[in-house]
């Protein structure tokens, strides 16, 4: 291993470890190391594919994309997607390796994995000169701590120095700081270098009587206050960045007939909700109004119904069932636009067979506004594909653009039944092996694709979007966003932040590399 270390703890889950990891990977990278993210585990079903057609954890995949390099599988060797019961999909190295129950996979499996996790650690170390590694929860679950792979043992093997996230804007951080220092180990507190508080709101100086109390309590220094960065267009890494939308009041939108007004776009969020992040570029748009929804009510006055992917389809289809929604979009199928992706396109066809039982133990007829029919596998296809729109037209109306691109992930095999028309033809980067995606009707307002990430492309989303506002007899769009600008201008605005809140002389001396503050120093004056 040639590469320094620093890794990056949090008091809890959803403290903000993932985008403090991204910031410090793009900081690095600005300061001309060469630098990776590490995640030994993860738990989301939020995912992605690296370009050798391997699954790895979503965030991992931004830290990359803020680190200006591509993402591998040897930045989350292990990646645990909930099926549910108490049971989890174990991804290793970007394959399916078996599914377990929790009580199974702590106790009895993750010895024999942690191998796997440092050999990929070794691999990236071997390239870089920086890792930045990222725990998971906090590393003071007493009740897991002799099993955990990713947070106290990872830093001992990477000999990384720690850095301790608390969130504020959670409540109670001084007391999550010093719990969780207490809980550690007197060897694992040694490794802790600083602590860093995120998401501040208010006038700093309020806070620093409290600073330098738990300064005082925890023998560490307090390495940066980091404030509440509104409006970043960046992934969440799991379902905990979605609002709560069992609280929130049943939300529809009033009848309108301002044909300026917003295209209004519905998605159904399943329990088995995988890859929400496939809406964060349309829900970026100005001329959109996008709600997540579990009602039929929500439906009301919708434009646009959207099924997502599903880690659990047939599941997520008898709970639709139990909820009237297929019924709600069955009646909608006639005046609404209707999109399926990934499981739901699935969910779209008319029947879902899991011969296996991979994830069902019967066949489930689907809403049957597709001619396509799915049948589980044991095999899970993993793949980023381009291509084209078979036909110029989304809705029934012309588009400009006929580019599709994005990634697969699915175990369904899915078949064209008779007057079946797909939706897509795709290949891989090199072109290989053409292949039919997807699947359109006749009259052209339901289809369904296997793409996740189908909406980042922006040439696509502003085809899709002027297509849909059409149909729906509105007015063409007066802005649209280039989404991949304005992650790129997310990511440089939260390393900015970042860089003007932590102590980076700090940061840089753990890692044992030079930091070239005065030359910061000047460019900002």
């Known amino acids: 291993m040639t590469a320094r270390s620093i890794m990056l703890l949090g008091t809890s889950s959803h403290v903000g470890k993932s985008l403090l990891t991204a910031a410090l990977c793009r900081i690095f990278a600005q300061e001309g190391y060469r630098v990776a993210p590490f995640k030994s585990q993860n738990m989301s079903l939020n995912s992605a594919v690296t370009h050798e057609g391997l699954e790895i954890g979503r965030a991992q995949a931004l830290q990359a994309e803020a680190a200006c390099i591509l993402p591998s599988v040897h930045m989350n060797p292990i990646l645990l997607k909930p099926s549910g019961s108490m049971t989890s999909q174990i991804v290793v190295h970007g394959k399916i390796w078996g599914n377990l129950s929790a009580a199974d996979y702590h106790l009895r499996r993750v010895s024999e994995l942690f191998p796997l996790v440092c050999e990929s650690y070794q691999t990236l170390a071997s390239q870089n000169d920086v890792i930045v590694l990222e725990g998971a929860g906090s590393p003071a679950e007493i009740n897991l701590k002799s099993q955990d792979i990713v947070n106290m043992r990872m830093a001992e093997f990477a000999d990384a120095s720690c850095i301790l996230i608390g969130d504020i804007d959670r409540g109670g951080v001084f007391a999550s700081l010093l719990g969780t220092v207490e809980l550690l180990e007197f060897h694992e507190r040694a490794r802790i270098a600083g602590f860093i508080i995120n998401r501040f709101r208010g006038d700093v100086k309020l806070l620093e009587p409290g600073i330098r109390m738990i300064e005082d309590r925890l023998g560490k220094p307090c390495i940066g206050v980091v404030p509440y960065i509104p409006g970043l267009s960046l992934d969440e890494e799991d379902s905990l960045g979605l609002p709560d939308l069992d609280s929130q009041p049943n939300l529809s939108w009033q009848p309108s007939n301002d044909p300026s007004r917003r295209l209004r776009i519905a998605v159904i969020a399943l329990p088995s909700f995988s890859n929400f992040t496939d809406f964060d570029a349309l829900n970026a748009e100005p001329c959109v109004s996008l709600q997540f929804c579990r009602t039929p009510d929500q439906l009301g006055g919708a434009d646009v119904i959207i099924i997502p992917g599903s880690k659990q389809t047939a599941d997520d289809l008898l709970w639709m069932r139990s909820q009237n929604i297929d019924t709600a979009i069955l009646s909608y199928a006639d005046t609404c636009l209707i999109?399926?992706?990934?499981?739901?396109?699935?969910?779209?066809?008319?029947?879902?067979?899991?011969?296996?039982?991979?994830?069902?133990?019967?066949?489930?007829?689907?809403?049957?506004?597709?001619?396509?029919?799915?049948?589980?596998?044991?095999?899970?296809?993993?793949?980023?594909?381009?291509?084209?729109?078979?036909?110029?037209?989304?809705?029934?109306?012309?588009?400009?653009?006929?580019?599709?691109?994005?990634?697969?992930?699915?175990?369904?095999?899915?078949?064209?039944?008779?007057?079946?028309?797909?939706?897509?033809?795709?290949?891989?980067?090199?072109?290989?092996?053409?292949?039919?995606?997807?699947?359109?009707?006749?009259?052209?307002?339901?289809?369904?694709?296997?793409?996740?990430?189908?909406?980042?492309?922006?040439?696509?989303?502003?085809?899709?979007l002027a297509a849909a506002r059409k149909f729906c007899h509105l007015s063409a769009p007066q802005k649209l966003e280039n989404w991949k600008q304005r992650r790129e201008q997310s990511l440089n605005r939260l390393a900015a932040t970042v860089r003007d809140s932590i102590d980076l002389t700090k940061i840089f001396d753990l890692t044992g590399l030079a930091y070239r503050e005065e030359l910061h120093k000047k460019e900002q004056h």
Do not use: W
């Open 339 to 464: 999109v399926g992706i990934c499981g739901g396109m699935q969910i779209l066809g008319t029947e879902i067979a899991d011969p296996l039982k991979m994830e069902s133990a019967s066949t489930i007829n689907g809403l049957g506004l597709l001619a396509i029919r799915t049948s589980m596998q044991p095999n899970k296809m993993t793949r980023i594909s381009y291509g084209h729109l078979l036909t110029p037209s989304l809705f029934g109306q012309p588009v400009t653009s006929t580019s599709v691109s994005g990634y697969e992930i699915h175990i369904g095999e899915t078949e064209y039944l008779d007057g079946a028309a797909p939706f897509a033809r795709l290949a891989n980067e090199r072109g290989d092996n053409p292949f039919l995606d997807g699947c359109i009707t006749d009259r052209g307002n339901v289809f369904g694709t296997y793409l996740h990430g189908i909406f980042d492309a922006d040439d696509f989303r502003h085809s899709f």
